[in-house]
């Protein structure tokens, strides 16, 4: 059974770009989640997704985004990058509300320079 | 202000030994809990979860303990094995449903020598 899927898995940027990243849940999960890994704060929540509807959105600013399709493949969208968008952007998929854990792909590299 | 709290950075463990990584918490509506394995380069792995109406559960080598009163919960790895090295996350949320986000500790580093 195919995992999470993420793409790219690496990705170089500079200040001021825009970035779209990718993420394909594993076959029938319906409810998405994005989180940033950073070495001084950890793993933290940016946003989840379920049926197309954003259901909660952690303490990030507007600058990130994120949409979800009706195939539940989602993406997440970060304008106007800045130095300390530098992280591993890991998106995880569950089932749907209140079923199981999530489960986690392997991430996208963002490096800002 | 972290709500999950793996105060132990790192642990060393010798093959065959129990490993036990703890975790606490202090938001006293979190009711589901996780731990995840890490393994550099990947992404992490679901290991065990349980839900705050039980005080045990287990899965093989895993086995999770949670203690409500104190807000604790701990994973042990028996017997540990070299490839169990890896980073180990705890993570919590208030109910298992949609729109919940997953509070995670910042995680242990567990060295399982041979």
């Known amino acids: 059974k195919a995992g999470v899927t993420q793409t790219p898995r690496y990705l170089i940027k500079t200040r001021g770009q825009q970035v779209t990243l990718s993420c394909s849940p594993i076959?029938?999960?319906?409810?998405v989640s994005w989180y940033q890994q950073t070495p001084g704060q950890g793993l933290q929540f940016l946003f989840e997704?379920?049926?197309?509807?954003?259901?909660n959105k952690g303490n990030f600013p507007g600058r990130f985004s994120g949409r979800q399709f009706s195939n539940s493949r989602s993406e997440m969208n970060v304008s106007t990058l800045e130095l300390g968008d530098s992280a591993l952007y890991l998106c995880?998929?569950?089932?749907?509300?209140?079923?199981?854990?999530?489960?986690f792909g392997d991430g996208t590299r963002l490096s800002i320079l | 202000d972290q709500q999950v709290k793996q105060n132990s950075p790192s642990l060393s463990v010798q093959e065959g030994r129990i490993s036990i990584l703890n975790c606490d918490y202090t938001?006293?509506?979190?009711?589901?809990f996780l731990w995840y394995k890490k393994y550099p380069a990947e992404g992490p792995t679901f290991l065990i979860s349980?839900?705050?109406?039980?005080d045990k559960n287990e899965d093989g080598r895993f086995t999770v303990f949670l203690n409500k009163s104190a807000k604790h919960l701990s994973l042990h790895i028996v017997p540990s094995q070299p490839g169990d090295s890896a980073v180990y996350f705890c993570?919590?949320?208030?109910?298992?449903?949609?729109?919940?986000?997953?509070?995670f500790g910042k995680g242990t580093t567990l060295s399982v020598s041979s």
């Open positions: 076959s029938g999960h319906r409810s």
């Open positions: 995880a998929s569950r089932l749907e509300a209140g079923t199981g854990p999530q489960h």
């Open positions: 997704y379920f049926s197309e509807t954003q259901r």
């Open positions: 938001n006293s509506m979190f009711d589901y």
């Open positions: 993570a919590a949320s208030p109910a298992n449903q949609a729109g919940t986000a997953l509070i």
């Open positions: 349980i839900s705050s109406i039980k």
